[in-house]
């Protein structure tokens, strides 16, 4: 029974997600910190308010607390923004830098009287009819 659980363990994908998640943790401890150290300011720099959370408006005695939804929304879109930019376009041009283009296999040639193209095995030209050695 416990051999099953260390093969399960110690397969490739379990061992490979319990990275990417601590990873993943890790960089969002980082887009946090950056987003509400640096661009929060920045933004209140700009528009004059650096935190939405005390924005609301009350119909019959309930709050409703937009403000934090603005905060959360503007939050989400800037760790998209810094995902995206700093992680998936670096990987994505690495990816295409080192993968090399998959050649296709030949399947057809050329005619040698008509110049139309016919498959490497064919024996006659299917367009002039001509006679053709098959490529072995």
């Given at each position: 029974m416990l051999s099953?659980?260390?093969?399960?363990?110690?397969?490739?994908?379990?061992?490979d997600l319990a990275v990417a998640?601590?990873?993943?943790?890790a960089f969002?401890?980082?887009?946090?910190?950056?987003?509400?150290?640096?661009?929060t300011p920045l933004i209140a720099a700009i528009g004059g308010q650096p935190?939405?959370?005390g924005?609301?408006?009350?119909?019959?005695?309930?709050?409703?607390?937009y403000g934090d939804f603005i905060n959360a929304l503007v939050s989400f879109v800037?760790?998209?923004?810094?995902?995206?930019?700093?992680?998936?376009?670096?990987?994505n041009t690495l990816a295409k830098r080192f993968?090399?283009?998959?050649?296709?296999?030949v399947t057809t040639r050329q005619c040698p009287e008509c110049l139309s193209e016919i498959p490497l095995a064919a024996?006659?030209?299917a367009h002039c009819t001509a006679m053709v050695e098959p490529v072995t």
């Open positions: 099953g659980f260390r093969q399960f363990i110690l397969r490739g994908n379990v061992v998640v601590v990873i993943g943790a969002t401890a980082i887009v946090t910190a950056f987003v509400k150290d640096l661009l935190d939405f959370s924005l609301f408006f009350t119909v019959n005695n309930s709050k409703f607390l800037i760790v998209a923004a810094v995902v995206y930019f700093l992680v998936v376009v670096p990987m993968s090399s283009p998959a050649e296709k296999p024996r006659r030209c």
